[in-house]
T-cell receptor, first 116, second 110 residues
Framework: DVKVTQSSRYLVKRTGEKVFLECVQDMDHENMFWYRQDPGLGLRLIYFSYDVKMKEKGDIPEGYSVSREKKERFSLILESASTNQTSMYLC???????????????FGPGTRLLVL | GQNIDQPTEMTATEGAIVQINCTYQTSGFNGLFWYQQHAGEAPTFLSYNVLDGLEEKGRFSSFLSRSKGYSYLLLKELQMKDSASYLCAVRYNYGQNFVFGPGTRLSVLP
C-alpha cells in the first residue's frame, strides 16, 4: 500500500526558531512536493523536487528551503519561523510521467504548525 | 499563470445528487484530478480526466471539457460520510506540476 509519512502531526514553535519538517515515501517516486494549506486559499506549492539533490521553487518559496539528499526523503526547512507561517503543511509524492497517465499525487497526513 | 476556481461551500441532503463545478486556466494541460479531504486529514484521490467526457466510478462521476476549461464532480446517493472538502487539481507543465483549486466544502444534511 502506498505510504507517505510526515515526521510530526502537530508542532508548536516560537518566532525565530529553525523548523524542520520531514517527509518520507516508500513508493520509489521521483517527484516530491511541499504544500501549505490555509482556509480559503487551498493548497499552495512551496517547493518541489524531481530527483535527488534537485529542487524547484513553487508559488510561495519565500521563507522556506528544502533538501533532498535521498530519493525517499524530502525535508522542508523554515530558517526563521514567523507567525504567518502558521499553517497545515502537506507533503506529496508522484511518479514521473511522460504522457497522459493516471498518475496521481499521494499525500502525507499533514503537519499542523503553530508559530507563537 | 495557472488559475482554478470552485465554489467555496455547498449543502445537500442525504440521498440527493450534488454537482461540484471547477473552472481552470492553465498551460500545458495534462489531466484534471478530484480529491476528497475530510477535516484534519490528507487529500485522497477520487477521479482523473484527461480526455473530454464522463468518467464514472460508483457513486462518483467526473466530467471534463477541455475547450471550456471546465469540469464537474457528480456525487449520487449522498451519504453523511460524503461531508468533506472536494479539491479540483490540474496537472500542467506536461505532467510534473499540480495546481489546486481552493476546495469546495460539502455539507450533507440528514
Amino acid at each position: 500500500d502506498v505510504k507517505v509519512t510526515q515526521s510530526s502531526r502537530y508542532l508548536v514553535k516560537r518566532t525565530g526558531e529553525k523548523v524542520f519538517l520531514e517527509c518520507v515515501q516508500d513508493m520509489d517516486h521521483e517527484n516530491m512536493f511541499w504544500y501549505r494549506q490555509d482556509p480559503g486559499l487551498g493548497l499552495r506549492l512551496i517547493y518541489f523536487s524531481y530527483d535527488v539533490k534537485m529542487k524547484e521553487k513553487g508559488d510561495i518559496p519565500e521563507g522556506y528551503s528544502v533538501s533532498r539528499e535521498k530519493k525517499e526523503r524530502f525535508s522542508l526547512i523554515l530558517e526563521s519561523a514567523s507567525t504567518n507561517q502558521t499553517s497545515m503543511y502537506l507533503c506529496a509524492s508522484s511518479q514521473r510521467t511522460s504522457g497522459r497517465v493516471r498518475e496521481t499525487q499521494y499525500f502525507g497526513p499533514g503537519t499542523r504548525l503553530l508559530v507563537l | 499563470g495557472q488559475n482554478i476556481d470552485q465554489p467555496t461551500e455547498m449543502t445537500a441532503t442525504e440521498g440527493a445528487i450534488v454537482q461540484i463545478n471547477c473552472t481552470y486556466q492553465t498551460s500545458g494541460f495534462n489531466g484534471l484530478f478530484w480529491y476528497q479531504q475530510h477535516a484534519g486529514e490528507a487529500p485522497t484521490f477520487l477521479s482523473y480526466n484527461v480526455l473530454d467526457g464522463l468518467e464514472e466510478k460508483g457513486r462518483f462521476s467526473s466530467f471534463l471539457s477541455r475547450s471550456k476549461g471546465y469540469s464537474y464532480l457528480l456525487l449520487k446517493e449522498l451519504q453523511m460520510k460524503d461531508s468533506a472538502s472536494y479539491l479540483c487539481a490540474v496537472r500542467y507543465n506536461y505532467g510534473q506540476n499540480f495546481v489546486f483549486g481552493p476546495g469546495t466544502r460539502l455539507s450533507v444534511l440528514p
